[in-house]
């Protein structure tokens, strides 16, 4: 066994008031999606928990999110882990506001995928009509290009796809080329439809599965992620969308001061 294999299991942040007070909890990433490939993907969770009043409003301390994972820190996961993350709901809302393509989808998981919701889960959830805007659209074209450029040895070196089982098999990484492929579709339906369909279906999931079972070579894959690219490109840019430009601020910050005073006073009372 080796220094690295005796190190443990993530496990940072507010644990205690993050499972105490958490509101909501689904299933996220190859799962939600309706990606994942038995055997060799692992189990992504992700939830929203409400801060404490003194961490709001006093002194006392808040790292605004809790982690766990069974893999140690600079271990990848896989087949058989557990990746579980929560945020502080400020938190979380403002990564929701601006159109995180990964926290949105707590929003849009379907049923079978939640796994905690509380009353304010469920408001929370109601309120994805005016958290979705056009910022999101922009982030996940942001996020596909991104993406497309690790892909291809540029970006951020620390964050370009490192899976040498799946370079040596089938020539580059196909799980990270389909995310950028499904980040595309979704973004797509975001913009045109104003909603996020989970878990990915019909030709958008056929064409991301063929890319991340290795079907096709690394250049078609390529031309499937340059193609959804412009369409996304475009949609944005035609004002023909029926999101809003901008998420509802107003409507949003009345429900977080609502939603946070509610938690306390329940918790104050028990």
Known sequence: MTALDERAPVDVGDREVALANEILRT??????HGMAIAGHDDHDEMGVYVETREQVVGLAPS???YVSRTQPEGVRSGPGDTDLTVYALRKYMRLAVAGNPTVL???FAPAGSVLVETPLGT????LAPVILSLEAGRRFLGY???QRERLLGGGQ?????????LVAAH?????????????GYQGLEVVTEGRLTL??????LAACMEVKRGEVGFDEALRRVDEVRDRLDEAIRSGRSPLRERPDRERIDAWLVGAHERHWAAAAAR
């Open 27 to 32: 299933v996220c990433g190859s799962g939600v």
């Open 63 to 65: 790292s605004h999110h």
């Open 105 to 107: 989808t707590v929003l």
């Open 123 to 126: 408001e929370l959830r109601e």
């Open 144 to 146: 596909l290009v991104g």
């Open 157 to 165: 070196r620390s964050r370009v796809p490192n899976r040498p089982e």
């Open 171 to 183: 020539g580059y990484d196909t799980k990270y080329a389909s995310h950028a492929l499904r980040l």
């Open 199 to 204: 878990p990915v279906d019909g030709p958008a």
